[in-house]
């Protein structure tokens, strides 16, 4: 092995500290280093501080101008290794202490990261859910007193006490399923930083390969005896490859965007968790069953779900109900309710108007207003060409899911005690059944019918129905980053069935040695590059023609 000797003249010594450039290589170089030595573009340069004594020796050589044979070591020696043999201990303590977090923070990442843990994590978050399913939510505590009681437990142990210390009674915002959930996002996280990127990094190299044993180790391998690997390039560049060519090797890809998907499906599962912590910890909600003619105020009905929610200047509308009706079947049953709602700011200016029903709510400033309910509040009646007097009218239970209100007006004295009236019976708003004082069936009025029916010597019109809405109200900020992570996860997964694929050649005089592999589709991989081999061109070797000498007779 040949080594470069680096020749320094030293002059006169002046001082006791010399400072040379020289070249950030160790100055015992072998053959193939010293040419590439030569060949190298870049400028570089290290600085070396020497101190040298000036001796007799020295001194004697100032006149002479002797050269000196100088051997730089490979290794720099540390700071702390300096003349006077000084270190710093606070140093290296630090650094212990940084080796010690960096192999803890591996450690974590290793844990955080592993496949069956976050499978349980999954598993476990997906139970939680349907046992929130189960369980009704946002009910008031005397409901779970009343449902699971401790003297009759449900599976033998499960009563309202274990649903107030688990939290059970708001499962999508108590702190168990909040912290699965963010273990879950953790681990996620772990996976996407040690495994996923590392991937997708290793995937973006261009890794060529300069020995055909290796290529041929490939997946699928085959060699083309007469062939040129420009003619293969321009082939796999036609079917859609990546083709890098450096020299006699090659090396091509496609479907890279299959490798970035896992990348994409972990973060779609991270927005659907934030949205869904959102809509749990972040939201309000509100119900309200409001007569026709009458309002009321947004924030008066809202109610924060949790620890997230803040109300907003929208909360200050008020919602005013112009009008409730129903349509109907010919049947009679009731098709579907209507709600004509204006909505009016603080300086009482109608800022929107929209009437709404089932599956068509309201949405503005952030809040929605669902379509939910109906009642019948009050029955607006004639008595003897007198009124119109509003009777209340109340729910009465059936046997069913069936509706049935009542109202009563009363006759004679008010005095007697003994009350007597007339009994008015509404399934809907479209007609009122009434009854006589002793409680006999005395016919049946339409609303705005204005037909009078004369009941024990009392002249009855009935003049309208005035019914109820019932309104859900609710705002959501979770909803748009949950649709965003849905369709997002939509989008990743379809790529993730991309299959990634990579192709080495090698070009050995005539014969080019090719190899390759996929992530997916393995089985229609090999078909595909036989296609592709198929038509890479063979070359035909050049030949001078062969001139024969006839004689003519």
Not at 332 to 347: A, M
């Amino acid at each position: 092995m040949e080594t470069l000797a680096l020749t320094l003249s030293i002059p006169p010594l002046k001082s006791n500290t010399y400072h040379t450039h020289l070249p950030k290589y160790p100055l015992s170089l072998s053959a193939s280093q010293i040419h590439h030595l030569k060949h190298n573009k870049r400028n570089l340069s290290l600085t070396i501080t020497c101190k040298l004594k000036a001796t007799r020796q020295s001194v004697e050589r100032e006149k002479g101008g002797v050269a000196d044979k100088i051997s730089v070591s490979k290794g720099a020696p540390l700071l702390s290794e300096d003349g006077n043999g000084g270190g710093n201990s606070a140093g290296g303590g630090g650094g212990g202490k940084s080796k010690l977090v960096k192999k803890l923070w591996r450690k974590v990442l290793s844990v955080l990261s592993n496949l069956p843990l976050a499978i349980g994590e999954m598993a476990t978050v997906a139970a939680l859910m349907a046992v929130g399913t189960i369980i009704e939510q946002g009910e008031a505590p005397g409901f779970y007193f009343q449902k699971y009681p401790e003297d009759h437990p449900a599976l033998g142990f499960f009563t309202w006490r274990w649903i107030f210390a688990l939290g059970f009674d708001h499962m999508f915002s108590c702190p168990l399923f909040l912290s699965l959930l963010a273990l879950l996002a953790a681990s996620l996280m772990a996976c996407t930083y040690t495994t996923q990127i590392p991937l997708v990094k290793v995937a973006r190299r261009w890794s060529f390969s300069h020995s055909a044993e290796s290529i041929s180790k490939q997946e699928f391998a085959e060699t083309l005896p007469r062939a040129s690997i420009q003619d293969l390039g321009v082939i796999l560049m036609g079917s859609g490859y990546e083709v890098f060519l450096k020299g006699p090797s090659l090396y091509a890809f496609k479907g890279l965007a299959g490798r970035f998907a896992p990348i994409g499906v972990h973060l779609a599962m991270l927005l659907i968790m934030v949205g869904g912590t959102l809509s749990a910890a972040g939201s309000f909600k509100g119900s309200v069953t409001v007569p026709q003619g009458l309002n009321f105020i947004v924030g008066d009905v809202l109610g924060p779900s949790g620890f997230l929610s803040f109300p907003t200047e929208a909360f200050n509308t008020e919602v005013h109900v112009n009008r409730f009706f129903m349509d109907y079947y010919d049947s009679g049953e009731v098709r579907q309710f209507h709600s004509d709602l204006s909505l009016r700011d603080l300086e009482g200016k109608e800022v929107m108007r929209k009437t709404i029903s089932v599956n068509d709510p309201l949405r503005y400033g952030g809040f929605t207003i669902y379509q939910t309910d109906w009642s019948l509040s009050a029955l607006q009646i004639m008595k003897d060409d007198e009124g119109p007097f509003n009777l209340a009218m109340a729910p009465l239970k059936i046997n069913g899911d069936k509706k049935l209100y009542g109202t009563f007006l009363p006759v004679g004295s008010p005095d007697s005690p003994d009350v007597k009236g007339i009994s008015m019976l509404a399934r809907d708003l479209q007609s009122i059944v009434l009854y006589d004082l002793e409680g006999k069936f005395a016919g049946i009025r339409r609303p705005n019918s204005k037909l009078p029916i004369d009941i024990d010597g009392n002249k009855i019109v009935v003049v309208d129905a005035i019914g109820s809405t019932g309104l859900d109200l609710k705002t959501d900020p979770g909803v748009p980053v949950v649709y965003a992570g849905f369709g997002f996860l939509m989008l990743t997964t379809c790529i993730s069935f991309l299959s990634h694929s990579q192709i080495w050649a090698l070009q050995d005089g005539t014969t080019v040695v090719v190899g390759g592999k996929t992530n997916r589709a393995k089985i229609d991989f090999p078909d595909d590059m036989n296609r592709l081999l198929d038509q890479v061109p063979e070359i035909v070797e050049s030949s001078s023609p062969r001139q024969s000498n006839s004689s003519s007779g």
